[in-house]
T-cell receptor
Framework: ETGVTQSPTHLIKTRGQQVTLRCSSQSGHNTVSWYQQALGQGPQFIFQ???????GRGNFPPRFSGLQFPNYSSELNVNALELDDSALYLCASSLQGNPQGYTFGSGTRLTVV | EDQVTQSPEALRLQEGESSSLNCSYTVSGLRGLFWYRQDPGKGPEFLFT???AGEEKEKERLKATLTKKESFLHITAPKPEDSATYLC??????????????FGKGITLSVRP
């Protein structure tokens, strides 16, 4: 049974640039959720995808967007990067959105300079 | 809006010194309260789910309890390997909605040998 894999592990971008983060779900999981974790804070819900459709969104601007593919892998795209976007981005997969079954990846550490 | 407050922010214990971590919450329609453990540079690891007041769950040296307003994570005779950040999260809203979790900021536990 494979876990959740996120890539890249670390990334440095310049303010105003665009970034794409990737997540491979655990085998058999059909739901992917993305969270942003700033330093010293708890994770904050960005959005969730279920069977390739967005199924809920947190308080994040439209420049945060996502995709889920037929194999249930997912991408998080952030446009017009701001310094405050610097954070650990976590992907979590589950079966039908059950948080008890959430498997989190190790995250992508994004630094915006 | 759902709110989760964890206290204290940080806790330093001597090996074998038992203590409790607190999680206070304000939600409309609690569906579940979750405890996760997060090690540095890693994603959260699921520990417990509690669904109703009075419920208790145990795993090794950890015991989680739930009331209508708060949850406690009791650590009995901790060991240095219990050092980590402990996150509390709630899921609320109608059944069938997305499984968004609202997290607290976490409690950083250090256990000295």
């Amino acid at each position: 049974e494979t876990g959740v894999t996120q890539s890249p592990t670390h990334l440095i971008k310049t303010r105003g640039q665009q970034v794409t983060l990737r997540c491979s779900s655990q085998s058999g999981h059909n739901t992917v959720s993305w969270y942003q974790q700033a330093l010293g804070q708890g994770p904050q819900f960005i959005f969730q995808y279920y069977r390739e459709e967005e199924n809920g969104r947190g308080n994040f601007p439209p420049r945060f967007s996502g995709l889920q593919f037929p194999n249930y892998s997912s991408e998080l795209n952030v446009n017009a990067l701001e310094l405050d976007d610097s954070a650990l981005y976590l992907c979590a997969s589950s079966l039908q959105g059950n948080p008890q079954g959430y498997t989190f990846g190790s995250g992508t550490r994004l630094t915006v300079v | 809006e759902d709110q989760v407050t964890q206290s204290p922010e940080a806790l330093r214990l001597q090996e074998g010194e038992s203590s409790s971590l607190n999680c206070s919450y304000t939600v409309s329609g609690l569906r579940g309260l979750f405890w996760y453990r997060q090690d540095p540079g890693k994603g959260p690891e699921f520990l417990f789910t509690l669904y109703s007041a009075g419920e208790e769950k145990e795993k090794e040296r950890l015991k989680a309890t739930l009331t209508k307003k708060e949850s406690f994570l009791h650590i009995t005779a901790p060991k240095p390997e219990d050092s980590a950040t402990y996150l509390c999260a709630v899921q609320a809203g109608p059944t069938g909605a997305n499984s968004k979790l609202t997290f607290g900021k976490g409690i950083t536990l250090s256990v000295r040998p």
